[in-house]
């Protein structure tokens, strides 16, 4: 079974560039098919997606974000990672990464609390 761990830093200022990573174990992120995904939930409000990087490395954003975002995969260590620049309190959330199928996403982080604070 397919586990999903995000890490990265809790609070940040506005301004900064946001890091996470996803460490996945029980599947590798190269696994054909799969695709490995960004959400984040402010406070209040909906999930909402915000990117993700294929098992081949192709990478896909949403629009409203994909000028700030990067995302990208470390295959030796079975991790991808988010970059979110110039963050605002409004990029204040709960971001999570999932592995999706072409049915939605099958598996689940916890999910880590990030909050943009002066």
């Known amino acids: 079974q397919v586990q999903l761990q995000e890490s990265g830093p809790g609070l940040m200022k506005p301004s900064q560039t946001l890091s996470l990573t996803c460490t996945v174990s029980g599947g590798s992120i190269t696994t054909n098919g799969y695709g490995w995904t960004w959400i984040r939930q402010p406070p209040g409000k909906a999930l909402k997606w915000v990117g993700g990087i294929t098992y081949s490395g192709d990478t896909y954003y949403s629009p409203s974000l994909k000028s700030r975002t990067s995302i990208s995969r470390d295959t030796s260590n079975n991790q991808f990672s988010l970059q979110l620049r110039s963050v605002t309190p409004e990029d204040t959330a709960v971001y999570y990464c999932?592995?999706?199928?072409?049915?939605?996403?099958?598996?689940w982080g916890k999910g880590t609390l990030v909050t943009v604070s002066a």
């Open positions: 999932a592995r999706s199928t072409p049915t939605g996403m099958d598996s």
